[in-house]
């Protein structure tokens, strides 16, 4: 198991999730951020020395789901609109040619100060998909026709509806 030791062996995108992961943390009620906030939390944080200057095309392109890779994979970060991002969660739309890139740091990669993050991470995924379902009209119907055919095969429910007709 290979641990960081110093800041600056971090890899630029998992300074990226770590950095989105402390601000969705940090700001529960807000669903995304802008790319400036993103810097400026970076450059608070002090995860390097400097802060390096991919950081900043890794926010804009590399670490972007929802864009073509260019070159990097990553499923990082999801654009909710023109300047704004969050994390990307399970479900989220993406790039065809993202299709198996990287989601979020290994454990061993990850500072021990925020070893935490990651299990926090796959909570916030899993209650931002049980609110979707529960916010979602069709979602929501699931289950809801069970008691119409109880007791009856499906064949004998719909000769029953059609009794009468000509």
Not at 4 to 15: F, G, H, L, R, Y
Not at 140 to 149: A, F, M, N
Request: with cysteine.
């Amino acid at each position: 198991m290979v641990t960081v030791s110093s800041p600056a062996q971090v890899k630029v995108a998992d300074e990226v999730w770590i950095i989105a992961a402390l601000l969705h943390k940090e700001n529960p009620d807000r669903s995304d951020f802008s790319m400036e906030e993103i810097m400026d939390r970076a450059r608070r944080e002090k995860l390097t020395d400097l802060l390096r200057p991919g950081f900043y095309v890794h926010v804009i392109q590399h670490c972007v789901a929802n864009r073509a890779p260019n070159p990097g994979r990553y499923r990082i970060l999801y654009e909710t609109s023109s300047g704004r991002r969050r994390l990307f969660r399970h479900g989220d739309t993406y790039h065809p040619e993202r299709e198996g890139g990287k989601l979020a740091p290994s454990k061993e990669d990850m500072p021990p100060r925020f070893g935490k993050l990651l299990e926090w991470y796959l909570d916030w995924c899993s209650q931002a998909v049980r609110k979707a379902a529960d916010q979602d009209p069709l979602l929501r119907l699931r289950g809801s026709g069970r008691r119409l055919w109880a007791g009856e095969h499906a064949d004998d429910y719909v000769r029953r509806l059609r009794e009468g007709w000509e």
